[in-house]
């Protein structure tokens, strides 16, 4: 007698992640209650499960949710509003002031939003916020039904959310403690960057992520002027600092690393440490470029994130992968680097270990939540298909994601969003572009 499910999905391929560098065709996955129950031939799916919904995707590949393993999600209302600089001057003359100027909690709320129905169009079902109003970036999540990991924001200047460095904690626990309950959010302790966070305050963030069992989520390394900076203020290296104030650890996310040395890719290395590697928005900032082989054969955890709007300026873990991957073997003068299906483990499971969330998410494994997506491949001008990793990460854009699940629960279908209209995101956006005078400040004359 066939068991009733919820869904069943029969797709063309089916990539799980785990086991590695696996393909599968003629396969289906099986969902109940929002977890994967079964991964199996189609065939036999066919005589064990009575589905509720049965959804066949032939010519599509389906594979774990992405997870975009640094962002700040609100900043989708700045997309483009402060191209072509460095860092510090990007942050100084035009990011810092306009956030001094605007940000709110409806601010937060809808630029989360935004950004939210942005990355699940991709095929990003978990992402992993810093940003400030963490509650109003929760509302924004659940709404939407994407996955979040919020980082309770730290940092050692006043912005229009908190005074001070113990404001920001005071509040992002909280937020922490009102949110507890909802299943597709969880926490991070997000001290900005070694340049706006005081020993002080590393070693009080040290400590809460110890008794709170929580992830740290940091900038670090970024440009080489941080680190010249950090060596004129501390007399050591950011990372060194790190190091004795207590941060590095297998709870600890750094963010960018783009600037390491021999010795501070074996501390990661030996700390258990995970590195966000953002490739675009380094480039775009011309940060530099993370040293990710060198990273990889140490046996650091490299997970991919797309970094704000406003410093990339697309949320697209697909494009990431792409541009990873080719970063990775041009720099190492090595073709044979980060192939198709590391750089997709980058930007599902190891996302997911460094948030800690491995049991849960990453990998087309039984027990775990139905975080997933589904991918066509079958356009003429993406013919011949010989391997769909390799599509995935050379070949297909975010417009050919068909399906989203998070939880189960589809979120896409058929490239749309499931709720708002591509109208309503539309006016959100409209109405923050007025309210801001992106065009008057970006010298563009409306027509």
Sequence with gaps: MSVPIDLLIEPGWIIPVEPAATVLEGHALAVDKGRIIALLPAGEAASRYAPHEHVRLPGEVLLPGLVNAHTHAAMSLLRGYADDLPLMRWLDERIWPAEREHISHDFVRDGTLLAAWEMLRGGITCFNDMYFFPGAAAEAAREAGIRAVLGVTVLDFPSAYAADANDYLTKGLAVRDVWRDEPLVTFTLAPHAPYTVSDRTFEQVATLAAQLDLPMHIHVH???????????????????????????????IAVHAVHLNSQEISQLAANGCFVAHCPTSNLKLASGIAPIPELLASGVGVALGTDGAAS??????????????????????????????????????EGAKALGLESAIGSLVAGKWADLCAIRLG?????????????????????????????????????????????????????????????????????
């Design 222 to 252: 970024e440009t080489r002027a941080e680190i010249e900076e950090g060596v004129s203020r501390y007399g050591v290296r950011p990372i060194e600092r790190l190091r004795c104030l207590g941060l590095l650890g297998p709870n600890l």
């Design 379 to 447: 356009d003429w001008i993406d013919e011949p298909c010989y391997d769909p990793a390799s599509h995935v990460v050379h070949v297909v854009g975010r417009e050919q994601v068909s399906h989203v699940w998070v939880a189960g629960r589809m979120r896409i279908r058929d490239g749309a969003p499931i709720g708002p209209s591509p109208r309503d995101l539309i006016g959100i956006s409209g109405s923050w572009h007025n309210r801001l005078s992106l065009r008057n400040r970006h010298g563009c004359t409306q027509t």
């Design 312 to 349: 990339n300026n697309r949320l697209d873990l697909l494009r990431e992968m792409r541009l990873a991957a080719l970063l990775a073997k041009a720099g190492s003068h090595d073709a044979t680097c980060v192939p198709a299906h590391q750089v997709l483990r980058m930007a599902t499971l």
